[in-house]
């Protein structure tokens, strides 16, 4: 069966500093890859998607992601973190077919000043 | 666009009782999943319906149903309610790309 490894339950960074969120799948043909984001007590927001071409993408909130699939990796980064950027990052993976979308444990994002 | 609406945002229930959760999706979408959401288990897919056909389903014992109407709105109905039952419910509505956009939840309480 897929899965997605967030290896980070807890992350803190710097307002201002650069933040980088690992995401590892598991399945064997290109997945369909997504992070959300979720504020507390709030639905999930998308943030990006991964289908097909260009291994860069661009999100909102200026996030971006790369697809790596020597590494099976799809990580998160944002080159300066803004203190409304703490919050709960869910990277996802969609299973070829159906709406089956397997998520990841999260990771809390926390931002100091 | 209106986004994913459910109903209620909040609701308390009894151990025993029974509760059924409403999902408006994005107009025009016909699928729309739903999920669970607790701090211990997070994030877990229950069902999702397309054009009134439960096409996928979760591991979740058959207390937890759900159904799609004409009009792609959907609910999910849990009987027999237990404490585990507590948690976040979120609906999810998917057009053409795959996407799925999530609405703000409904946050059950079984007491």
Redesign the interface.
């Known amino acids: 069966a897929q899965s997605v490894t967030q290896p980070d339950i807890h992350i803190t960074v710097s307002e201002g500093a650069s933040l980088e969120l690992r995401c590892n799948y598991s399945y064997g043909a290109t997945p369909y890859l997504f992070w959300y984001v979720q504020s507390p007590g709030q639905g999930l927001q998308l943030l990006l998607k991964y289908f097909s071409g260009d291994t860069l993408v661009q999100g909102i909130k200026g996030f971006e992601a790369e697809f790596k699939r020597s590494q099976s990796s799809f990580n998160l980064r944002k080159p300066s973190v803004h203190w409304s950027d703490a919050a709960e990052y869910f990277c996802a993976h969609l299973s070829g077919g159906y709406q089956k979308v397997t998520f990841g444990t999260g990771t809390k994002l926390q931002v100091i000043p | 666009k209106a986004g994913?609406t459910q109903t209620p945002r909040y609701l308390i229930k009894t151990r025993g009782q029974q509760v059924t959760l409403s999902c408006s999706p994005i107009s025009g979408h016909r699928?729309v999943?739903w999920?669970q959401q607790t701090p211990g288990q997070?994030?877990q897919?229950l069902f999702?319906y397309?054009s009134e056909t439960q096409?996928?389903k979760?591991n979740f014992p058959g207390r937890f149903s759900g159904r799609q109407f004409s009009n792609s709105r959907s609910e999910m109905n849990v009987s027999t309610l237990e404490l585990g039952d507590s948690a976040l419910y979120?609906c999810?509505s998917?057009g053409e790309l795959?996407?799925?956009?999530?609405?703000?939840?409904t946050?059950l309480t079984v007491l």
């Open positions: 994913v699928s999943s999920y997070g994030l897919f999702e397309f096409r996928n979760g979120l999810a998917s795959n996407e799925q956009f999530f609405g703000p939840g946050r």
